[in-house]
Nanobody
């Protein structure tokens, strides 16, 4: 049974930072692209960042480029999202996802962690 478990969310003031870990189990982690998505209140879920299985390739949404950093530790089956210079519009539920390398789409999703940024 595959599980993705996010943590690290919380309430933070604008300008602050958070690091969100997502730990995977039940899959061969090194064979999966890992991604982060978010869903703001009243909006659809949107892509935030993606990292290749080796960690050598990353992609970001334009709205977060330069402020967010995705990384992974394959020895710990964990992907991280470092969020700096938080803005109120970064508020939402942050989800991690796993997609098998070489295939399209995302096969597995976590339950999400809430990030709330106060102005």
């Amino acid at each position: 049974q595959v599980q993705l478990v996010e943590s690290g969310g919380g309430l933070v003031q604008a300008g602050g930072s958070l690091r969100l870990p997502c730990t995977a189990s039940g899959l061969t982690f090194i064979r999966y692209n890992m991604g982060w998505f978010r869903q703001a209140p009243g909006k659809e879920r949107e892509f935030v960042a993606r990292i290749s299985p080796s960690g050598g390739s990353t992609d970001y949404a334009g709205s977060v480029k330069g402020r967010f950093t995705i990384s992974r530790d394959n020895a710990k089956n964990t992907v991280y999202l470092q969020i700096n210079s938080l803005k109120p519009e970064d508020t939402g539920i942050y989800y991690c996802a796993a997609g098998f390398y070489g295939s399209t789409g995302w096969s597995y999703w976590g339950q999400g962690t809430q990030v709330t940024v106060s102005s």
